[in-house]
């Protein structure tokens, strides 16, 4: 199909623009066209003003005007700008750059045009623009210039004016060319706009009314094909195998529960009794535990797997990390193994004959309940009769990796997941389809509160004084920084930069060590052990902390840049503070303190509740990057957001579920070929 064609089939684009195109995703001709501008990201001629118009308000506006000077300097907390004086026949404006935007003025030269579009207010000599987003003018596009131009996200050396131009040839070849990808009665039965028009519309709108029914078509495209990837994958994991029926609570579980270390609470206990009432029905449980981290959930796991055992079934946990498997392992151990029943670990680093002899009991049936990683989806792990099968921490499995986990068995088994992410219901709907959900509020009593600290940069030394403090006091400390991007480079990079002064300086001598996702398992499992076991003291790390991992005696959480990530994650970062009987502290050592940064942190600062701080985050960041989709095997929605298409979403899933139940296999794979990349390829694979 020529739109898997290189982008390097283009007119104009050589090795090295393919590359910086790369950087963007877009690899091919097809995912070059589907490199839409951002939400809003559009110039309206009609709308440019001159600079004695601009109203200082802080609103984004856009104009024109002509490079005066260049300057560079420091701002506070010696932060290094660019400012670019421009001027029009009205006044003069500034326009002030920071970080890698940076690069973009130093590209402006003086007696250039340029449109500009950026927040306005006022300076203390003239208008002051941020966020600015510049475009130099050449004549021959000012003349022709009238309507809607797209402004495209970009990196390092690429131009808007490029990008247009390839644009337009890449259009040029989807002319006449190009196949609807919807059903085309449903295409029709919506009014939707067809897919060629839509394309172009999107980069090259005519009118706004236009761009907003290309959105929309796109938009209700996205959510159909990811719902039928999910509907395909469901009817092809569920398909035919009746579940187990388990009985109702015997004389073991009864005295497990009463031996527990403490009382369940009313939150844990109505979980409890609903996963409890799933597993008796016959028809397989799809349910997921929702609870805030440190909500207790392990326990509910817990006696899940015993009802599984105390019924003569088989039960399994998936974790996520060979640290987190061992701590279920032993947790599991003490609340059930003095009521005879049997547990196996399975890591991945086991000794052959270990394995072996712990396989073969397995399917003897001489186990009853099996802990273990992604060392539990290997192909010789069989088990007698396995009616229940957790994920814990699900975010970090795929959807195939909880099919595959689901059939190991003859009959289906019941599915519980447990996450410590609160998702909104309409998320759930998209991912989860029709999985039904258990929510445990609050924490088991008797933990003080972790106490969140915001500060700018200027405390930075105060704040790593405070981390010498804790360690000689003989505590532990995490020190996590941000990641960009999931298998970002940069990421890696900047965690080891943060490292490498920090033991220079403050961390001296302090025995500290490096954590993050490029290392190899073994070794990640290894630095989370001598850190478990005290020997560490200073854990500076990636995000890869994130997950349940409980080290009691760590005291203090120091996230640096914390204004990079979401409220939900730095929320569930905290969560691993704050879990002996120490008072804890979390410090938000943010990059940029300007008033909004400190606002958002600071409600961090003033609640403790992750569904409160998840509804909190979707208000002040949308959807689409918070729970990114990806986390959970899909594919990341790049146009729709399904707080604000929630309407649309609902359509999609009612329509998916027609087109699935009647199409073959064939006619869905049809469906995915259409698509420009391979994003939705994954969820269909199954
Ligand atoms: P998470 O939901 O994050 O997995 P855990 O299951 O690890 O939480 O539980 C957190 C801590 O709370 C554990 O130390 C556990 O022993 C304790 N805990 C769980 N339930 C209760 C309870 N009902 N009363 C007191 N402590 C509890
Ligand atoms: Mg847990």
Redesign the pocket.
């Known amino acids: 199909m020529w739109w898997n064609e290189g982008v390097s089939t283009l007119k104009g684009v050589g090795p090295k623009r393919a590359a910086a195109l790369g950087e963007l995703g877009i690899r091919t001709i097809g995912e070059l066209l589907e490199y839409f501008p951002r939400q809003g990201s559009y110039l309206d001629y009609s709308q440019v003003h001159t600079i004695d118009e601009l109203a200082t308000d802080g609103s984004k506006q856009l104009f024109k005007a002509t490079v005066y000077r260049i300057r560079n300097g420091m701002g506070g907390h010696g932060r290094r700008y660019t400012a670019v004086t421009v001027r029009d026949a009205t006044g003069y404006a500034d326009l002030y750059f920071f970080m890698s935007q940076r690069y973009a003025a130093q590209k402006l030269k003086p007696d250039m045009q340029v449109l500009v579009v950026g927040r306005v207010k006022q300076g203390r000599v003239t208008k002051a623009v941020g966020e600015v987003t510049v475009q130099v003018l050449d004549e021959a596009e000012e003349a022709q210039s009238l309507g809607i131009l797209p402004v495209y996200a970009l990196t390092g050396s690429l131009t808007q004016k490029q990008l247009r131009t390839w644009m337009k040839t890449a259009l040029g070849m989807a002319a006449g060319n190009l196949p609807e990808s919807l059903p085309l009665d449903l295409v029709q039965q919506l009014q939707l706009m067809e897919r060629y028009e839509a394309v172009r519309t999107m980069h090259f709108p005519q009118s706004w009314e236009e761009l907003r029914r290309a959105q929309h078509r796109f938009i209700l495209e996205e959510l159909f094909v990811l719902q039928c990837g999910l509907l395909y994958y469901r009817k092809h994991t569920s398909d035919g195998r009746t579940g187990f029926a388990h009985a109702q609570d015997g004389p073991k579980l009864k005295q497990i529960k009463e031996h527990l ?5 009313a939150a ?1 206990e109505k979980a409890w009794q609903e996963i409890a009432q799933d597993m008796q029905r016959e028809k397989p449980m799809h349910r997921i535990l929702q ?1 805030d ?7 509910i796991s817990a006696l899940a797997l015993a009802k599984a055992a105390e019924n003569g079934y088989q039960g399994c946990l998936m974790a996520p990390t060979e640290i987190l498997a061992q701590q279920h392992y032993a947790t599991l151990q003490e609340y059930l193994a003095p009521f005879g029943l049997r547990i196996g670990l399975l890591t991945g680093g086991m000794r052959k004959k270990a394995r072996q002899d712990l396989l073969l009991n397995l399917q003897l049936g001489l186990i009853d309940i099996l802990i273990g990683t992604h060392a539990l989806l290997q192909e010789d792990v069989c088990f007698k009769k396995l009616s229940l099968a957790i994920t814990d921490e699900q975010h970090r499995f795929g959807v195939e990796q909880r099919a595959k986990l689901a059939n190991k068995s003859q009959q289906a088994p019941d599915v519980l997941v447990m996450t ?1 992410t609160p998702i909104p219901r309409t998320l759930a709907l998209t991912v989860y389809g029709d999985l039904d959900v258990s929510i445990m509020k609050g924490r ?3 933990r003080k509160p972790v106490q969140t600290l915001c500060y700018g940069q200027n405390m930075r030394s105060q704040v790593y004084a405070g981390v010498v403090r804790q360690v000689k006091a003989g505590r532990q400390v995490y020190v996590v920084c941000p990641l960009i991007e999931e298998n970002d480079k940069v990421d890696a990079h900047s965690a080891e930069q943060v490292y490498q002064e920090l033991i220079e300086g403050y961390l001296k001598d302090i025995p500290s060590a490096l954590l993050h996702g490029k290392q190899r398992p073994a070794e990640k499992d290894a630095l989370m052990q001598a850190f478990t076991q005290g020997e560490l003291k200073v854990l500076v790390s990636t995000t890869v902390i994130e997950v ?1 991992v ?1 080290v009691p005696n760590a005291t203090l959480m120091v996230i640096e840049n914390a204004e990079r990530f979401g409220l939900a994650q730095l929320h569930q970062l905290r ?1 691993r503070v704050g ?1 002996g009987s120490e008072q804890s502290y979390c410090v938000l050592l943010a990059g940029n303190d300007s008033p909004e940064v400190m606002e958002r942190l600071q409600v961090l600062r003033d609640s403790d509740d992750g569904f409160y701080l998840a509804e909190k985050d979707l208000e002040l960041r949308g959807s689409g990057q918070l729970f990114g989709l990806r986390q959970h095997g899909l594919p990341d929605l790049r146009l729709a957001n399904i707080l604000r298409d929630t309407e649309t979403l609902v359509e999609a899933r009612r329509l998916a579920q027609l087109y699935v139940d009647r199409w073959s296999e064939e006619e869905m794979r049809h469906l995915v070929e259409l698509q420009f990349g391979d994003r939705f390829s994954m969820i269909f694979n199954t």
């Open positions: 270390p403490f009382k369940l609470t844990q609870g981290v440190g909500s207790g959930k392990t326990v410590a088991p009593p008797g349940g409980n969560g879990r």
